[in-house]
């Protein structure tokens, strides 16, 4: 079963930026997409960003477009997350999915979640 590693979460004032990285034990096979949602205690896990493994669609939340940036590598095994202009908003623990598809509006996680890495932006 594909593990995911998670790593580049932590403390940042607004305005700053920060990069996650999230690196799967092997590669996908007929998975569409690979990417992020976060979550915020007491509410539930929403969808932050993602790309496709052909490497022809990027996808964005409304909240994170212009200022987040999603990539992966040339070998299809790391999805990254850049991060700028950061907002206290934006606090929360972001975890990584290995296979997300978008479906009515919604961006389904079909895949496995990573531990999660936590993201503070101090206003």
């Known amino acids: 079963q594909v593990q995911l590693e998670e790593s580049g979460g932590g403390s940042v004032q607004a305005g700053g930026s920060l990069r996650l990285s999230c690196a799967r034990s092997e590669r996908a096979l007929n998975n569409h997409a690979m990417g992020w949602f976060r979550q915020t205690p007491g509410k539930e896990r929403e969808f932050v960003a993602a790309t496709t493994f052909k490497g022809n669609k990027e996808y964005y939340a409304d909240s994170v477009k212009g200022r987040f940036s999603v990539s992966m590598d040339n070998a299809k095994v790391t999805v990254y997350l850049q991060m700028n202009a950061l907002k206290p908003e934006d606090t929360a623990v972001y975890y990584c999915?290995?296979?997300?598809?978008?479906?009515?509006?919604?961006?389904?996680?079909?895949?496995?979640w990573g531990q999660g890495t936590q993201v503070t932006v101090d206003s």
């Open positions: 999915n290995s296979d997300i598809y978008p479906w009515e509006g919604r961006y389904l996680a079909l895949g496995i």
